[in-house]
């Protein structure tokens, strides 16, 4: 069966620490993969994504994902939060014929405490 | 950059009735539309497919005659809840694919939809 799963529910973190997000995938084919934020009261934003190539992917506000293709991951991490950082965080797999029909994992609540 | 807007974002009805939710690109063209559901807590879970000019398509278990989708041109796609009860309340998420083919999708802010 087609699923994703995130390994953390609810992260907390302060300030200028690391973080990394689990993140693993089934799925039988060729994989596009995907990690999604989700701002309080704000519309899911892509923060990164893979297709093919280099499997160390950087995204937008120096998130970086590495695509581990033996072990089905694609943990998503970043070497310093920030207190804006706080959000819901998705990753998300598609094959890669097919884009559009993502499969989420279940969400991750990432809190930076200041 | 690629917008999509959702309306209404927040909605409340009765038992039985109807609800209606758009879901339009701004500023490109949607060959393609995708409709999710998130319950609480949970993530989100494709509900169907849209595609402009033909039938929309769906996912397993999801009902089509209660979930009527129609996209009716490049810009604008429509979901309506038929005969709402309250285990349809939900939060409806729409997503879209622009014709240039970016092979990313751009969400809408979701659609609150809370059935009495």
């Known amino acids: 069966a087609q699923s994703v799963s995130q390994h953390n529910h609810h992260v907390i973190l302060s300030e200028a620490a690391s973080l990394e997000l689990g993140c693993n995938y089934s799925?039988?084919?060729?994989?596009?993969l995907f990690w999604y934020v989700q701002y309080p009261g704000q519309h899911l934003q892509l923060l990164l994504k893979y297709f093919s190539g280099d499997p160390l992917v950087k995204g937008i506000k120096g998130f970086e994902a590495e695509f581990i293709k033996s072990k089905f991951s694609f943990n998503l991490r970043k070497p310093s939060v920030q207190w804006s950082d706080t959000a819901e965080y998705f990753c998300?797999?598609?094959?890669?014929?097919?884009?559009?029909?993502?499969?989420f994992g279940q969400g991750t609540t990432l809190q930076v405490k200041p | 950059g690629a917008v999509v807007s959702q309306h209404p974002s927040w909605v409340i009805c009765k038992s039985g009735t109807s609800v209606k939710i758009e879901c339009r690109s701004l500023?490109?063209?949607?060959?393609?539309m995708f409709w999710y559901r998130q319950f609480p807590k949970q993530s989100l879970m494709l509900m169907a497919t849209?595609?402009?000019?033909?039938?929309?398509?769906?996912e397993q278990g999801v009902e089509k005659d209660k979930f009527l989708i129609n996209h009716a041109s490049l810009t604008l796609s429509t979901l309506t809840v038929t005969s709402a009860h309250p285990e349809d309340s939900s939060f409806y998420i729409c997503?879209?694919?622009?014709?240039?083919?970016?092979?990313?999708?751009?969400f809408g802010a979701g659609s609150r939809l809370t059935v009495l």
């Open positions: 998300a797999v598609s094959g890669s014929g097919n884009t559009g029909k993502l499969i």
């Open positions: 500023d490109f063209q949607a060959t393609t």
């Open positions: 997503s879209a694919s622009s014709i240039s083919g970016a092979n990313v999708l751009t």
């Open positions: 849209s595609n402009e000019g033909s039938k929309a398509t769906y």
């Open positions: 799925y039988g084919g060729t994989v596009n």
